[in-house]
């Protein structure tokens, strides 16, 4: 597998692998990740459609990219996904999905035609105050401190960050500022967070540092993403003769690993029972094999309450989606909360990746992610609007009409002053196909849901969807009065409580999650959030879909270039706009310098003059025109 950019190789088609044929996959799970793996084994790898077989432990797909209105609930979304133009490898893939909303197109072609007609941005980032406008006027706020605070950190080699936190590196100079409201409430960052995932994060979209604000950099689906991304790429597959095992947990995988200085350790058992054992040193190890080989050779599933074992060869390939952000989740309803239980173990995906962790270190450290769900968790509602009651307090905030099926409120509207630090969004409406028209779908979400609620006075997780309907309608602006009512009669409210949401920002160190394909792998490779791919950066859908195609093209030997992250960090013009952005627009010769910088400064400038670069520092206003 290498990396390729340009589009000398984006639209070439590859060669079929020698061998594939006689080649069979196994993918886990159903989400992004595996989906494009899946995907990519058809079209790039050419492997015939019914060799491929895809285990989903719940009876749909899509893992954490839901969307379904459930019978006797309502509508839900336990998220929601957004985009941005240089996500490589997503478009290189949608670009051959067929559209499963207009003949002869595809998902990128009806993509691009939409956000073109109607592109993103916001008209109110955030308010205060029950429903007025917080004032930031688009500004980050940070003070000279702050803005080398945030510098700092960039500039840090990636292993000085391992295992700390944000707050290491951060005070109250940014943790103040507008910047981390604008920040932690888009990507859900919490204080405690991972300091290296916020430095990756920052140096991979440090083009958009100016659209945070108002979120003109993101790009948005016409439905939820469930309709709108994974029923194609199911469709795709199926029409590919692709096999979906609906209801089926891979409880396990058992491999087979010749250490470079040991004999050969088979890891043999079924289910919860796995047992390591020890080949005898009398039996002589291949001299052919190569030192650290690591090959998965059995498979265990659990299927209608039987354990089942699916025996593997080399040509057997395995993709493992290993831990998963939505997994022990809990739903509601309008009069019942999402239950919260922190004692619960973590199951799905974790379980399966602390039996698959103990055979090997460089398969990970999943309790790394999973040990501390109280750090991990946040909450997301479903709120449906049932009538027209409710639409107007929405449309005096977003200033748009929810109802036309453009874009409502282009990304959340932060509650700054809520204590469950609460957000909301409404995208193109309707959301669903079958969603009435008369009725708009909300999604609400809460990064402290143990906090008491300024108007229900009770944590969020304890809340009911009626209760969290009505702390949202309180700091929609609602006259106190009518609360009670419009959130009981004139809405439809779904919580959902999900205790490994945010896992993947939990500070972590190499190693703590897997190559997608480990040192001396023959079969096998990881996928999705918890695996480990170079400089993209995790809870994004394109970072989900690299890892599908990075490990197809490097087990089934596809000889094409998976496309390079883009480069926006390493584009001067990028870091130059990105440094006055922050600075809210200032030059640098407003900054708060000594008599030494200054002249220092003023020398550096003088020396330039006669040359492009002050003509390109004033194009971006770093220094004044």
Same mark, same amino acid.
């Given at each position: 597998?290498?990396?390729?950019?340009g589009?000398?190789?984006?639209?070439?088609?590859?060669?079929?692998?020698?061998?594939?044929d006689?080649?069979?996959?196994?993918?886990?799970?159903?989400?992004?990740?595996?989906?494009?793996?899946?995907?990519?084994?058809?079209?790039?790898?050419?492997?015939?459609?019914?060799?491929?077989? @895809?285990?989903?432990?719940?009876?749909?797909? =899509? *893992?954490?990219? +839901?969307?379904?209105?459930?019978?006797?609930?309502? !509508?839900?979304?336990r998220?929601?996904?957004?985009?941005?133009?240089?996500f490589?490898v997503?478009?290189?893939?949608?670009?051959?999905i067929?559209?499963?909303?207009?003949?002869?197109?595809?998902?990128?072609?009806?993509?691009?035609?939409?956000?073109?007609?109607?592109?993103?941005?916001?008209?109110?980032?955030a308010?205060?105050?029950?429903g007025?406008?917080?004032?930031?006027?688009?500004?980050?706020?940070?003070?000279?401190?702050?803005?080398?605070?945030?510098?700092?950190?960039?500039?840090?080699?990636?292993?000085?960050?391992?295992?700390?936190?944000?707050?290491?590196?951060f005070?109250d100079?940014?943790l103040?500022?507008?910047?981390?409201?604008?920040?932690?409430?888009?990507?859900?960052?919490?204080?405690?967070?991972?300091?290296?995932?916020m430095?990756?994060? @920052?140096?991979?979209?440090?083009?958009h540092? =100016? *659209?945070?604000? +108002?979120f003109?950099?993101?790009?948005?689906?016409? !439905?939820?993403?469930?309709?709108?991304?994974?029923?194609?790429?199911?469709?795709?597959?199926?029409?590919?003769?692709?096999?979906?095992?609906f209801?089926?947990?891979?409880?396990?995988?058992?491999?087979?690993?010749?250490?470079?200085?040991?004999?050969?350790?088979?890891?043999?058992?079924?289910?919860?029972?796995?047992?390591?054992?020890?080949?005898?040193?009398?039996?002589?190890?291949?001299?052919?094999?190569?030192?650290?080989?690591?090959?998965?050779q059995?498979?265990?599933?659990?299927?209608?309450?039987?354990?089942?074992?699916?025996?593997?060869t080399?040509?057997?390939?395995?993709?493992?989606?290993?831990?998963?952000?939505?997994?022990?989740?809990?739903?509601?309803?309008?009069?019942?909360?999402?239950?919260?239980?922190?004692?619960?173990?973590?199951?799905?995906?974790?379980?399966?990746?602390?039996?698959?962790?103990?055979?090997?270190?460089?398969?990970?450290?999943?309790?790394?992610?999973?040990?501390?769900?109280?750090?991990?968790?946040?909450?997301?509602a479903?709120?449906?609007?049932?009538d027209?009651?409710?639409p107007?307090?929405?449309?005096?905030?977003?200033?748009?009409?929810?109802?036309?099926?453009?874009?409502?409120?282009?990304?959340?509207v932060?509650?700054t002053?809520?204590?469950?630090?609460?957000?909301?969004?409404?995208?193109?409406q309707?959301q669903?196909?079958?969603q009435?028209?008369?009725?708009?779908?909300?999604?609400?979400?809460?990064?402290?849901?143990?906090?008491?609620?300024?108007?229900?006075?009770?944590?969020m997780?304890?809340?009911?969807?009626?209760?969290?309907?009505?702390?949202?309608?309180?700091?929609?602006?609602?006259?106190?009065?009518?609360?009670?009512t419009?959130?009981?009669?004139?809405?439809?409210?779904?919580?959902?409580?999900?205790?490994?949401?945010?896992?993947?920002?939990?500070?972590?160190?190499?190693?703590?999650?897997?190559?997608?394909?480990?040192?001396?792998?023959?079969?096998?490779?990881?996928?999705g959030?918890?695996?480990?791919?170079?400089?993209?950066?995790?809870?994004?859908?394109?970072?989900?879909?690299?890892?599908?195609?990075?490990?197809?093209?490097?087990?089934?030997?596809?000889?094409?270039?998976?496309?390079?992250?883009?480069?926006?960090?390493?584009?001067?013009?990028?870091?130059?706009?990105a440094?006055?952005?922050?600075?809210?627009?200032?030059?640098?010769?407003?900054?708060?310098?000594?008599?030494?910088?200054?002249?220092?400064?003023?020398?550096?400038?003088?020396?330039?003059?006669?040359?492009?670069?002050?003509?390109?520092?004033?194009?971006?206003?770093?220094?004044?025109?």
């Amino acid at each position: 597998m290498y990396y390729s950019n340009g589009n000398y190789e984006a639209f070439a088609r590859p060669k079929k692998p020698l061998g594939i044929d006689h080649k069979s996959a196994y993918i886990v799970g159903t989400g992004l990740a595996a989906l494009s793996a899946a995907c990519y084994l058809v079209r790039d790898a050419q492997m015939p459609g019914e060799h491929i077989h @895809i285990f989903e432990k719940d009876a749909t797909a =899509g *893992g954490a990219c +839901d969307g379904l209105n459930i019978p006797g609930l309502g !509508y839900v979304m336990r998220g929601g996904r957004e985009m941005d133009n240089h996500f490589e490898v997503m478009w290189d893939l949608f670009r051959s999905i067929p559209s499963i909303e207009t003949e002869g197109v595809s998902v990128l072609d009806e993509y691009y035609w939409l956000n073109k007609e109607d592109p993103n941005y916001s008209l109110c980032r955030a308010t205060k105050d029950r429903g007025h406008d917080a004032g930031t006027d688009g500004k980050f706020g940070l003070s000279d401190k702050a803005a080398q605070e945030i510098m700092k950190l960039f500039f840090t080699p990636d292993e000085e960050l391992y295992n700390k936190p944000i707050t290491d590196f951060f005070d109250d100079e940014v943790l103040n500022s507008n910047f981390w409201m604008y920040w932690r409430t888009m990507f859900a960052f919490e204080n405690w967070h991972s300091a290296l995932e916020m430095k990756l994060y @920052i140096q991979r979209y440090i083009h958009h540092i =100016g *659209g945070l604000p +108002d979120f003109s950099a993101l790009r948005f689906t016409r !439905y939820n993403q469930y309709e709108s991304m994974i029923l194609p790429m199911v469709r795709y597959l199926e029409n590919a003769g692709v096999q979906f095992h609906f209801n089926t947990k891979v409880e396990n995988i058992e491999f087979t690993i010749d250490s470079a200085t040991g004999p050969v350790r088979e890891v043999t058992g079924t289910g919860q029972d796995t047992i390591l054992k020890i080949a005898q040193a009398a039996v002589p190890r291949n001299p052919y094999s190569t030192p650290n080989r690591k090959m998965a050779q059995r498979i265990i599933i659990a299927h209608d309450g039987t354990m089942q074992a699916i025996d593997l060869t080399e040509d057997d390939l395995v993709f493992i989606t290993n831990g998963g952000c939505v997994e022990n989740s809990s739903m509601g309803s309008q009069t019942t909360p999402a239950a919260w239980n922190p004692e619960l173990k973590p199951g799905g995906g974790w379980d399966m990746w602390k039996r698959i962790a103990k055979q090997d270190p460089s398969f990970g450290h999943p309790e790394v992610f999973c040990s501390d769900p109280q750090a991990t968790k946040w909450m997301s509602a479903t709120v449906t609007t049932l009538d027209g009651e409710i639409p107007p307090y929405i449309q005096r905030i977003c200033k748009r009409d929810p109802f036309t099926g453009h874009v409502v409120t282009g990304g959340i509207v932060t509650c700054t002053d809520s204590n469950w630090l609460m957000s909301w969004t409404l995208n193109r409406q309707q959301q669903f196909k079958n969603q009435p028209k008369e009725q708009l779908c909300v999604w609400v979400y809460g990064l402290f849901p143990d906090k008491p609620g300024n108007f229900v006075k009770k944590p969020m997780q304890e809340c009911t969807g009626e209760e969290i309907c009505q702390e949202w309608l309180y700091h929609m602006g609602v006259p106190i009065d009518q609360i009670p009512t419009l959130a009981r009669d004139h809405a439809n409210t779904v919580p959902v409580m999900m205790p490994y949401i945010t896992a993947f920002f939990m500070p972590r160190a190499a190693g703590d999650r897997p190559d997608v394909v480990p040192d001396g792998a023959v079969n096998f490779a990881f996928i999705g959030q918890f695996a480990q791919t170079p400089r993209d950066t995790i809870f994004t859908t394109e970072y989900s879909m690299r890892t599908g195609m990075e490990a197809v093209y490097t087990l089934a030997r596809v000889d094409r270039g998976v496309p390079e992250v883009w480069g926006s960090v390493y584009d001067v013009r990028n870091l130059l706009n990105a440094s006055v952005k922050l600075r809210d627009g200032k030059p640098i010769t407003d900054m708060h310098l000594n008599f030494i910088e200054k002249t220092v400064l003023k020398k550096v400038l003088h020396k330039l003059e006669g040359t492009e670069i002050p003509m390109l520092l004033r194009r971006y206003g770093v220094i004044e025109s």
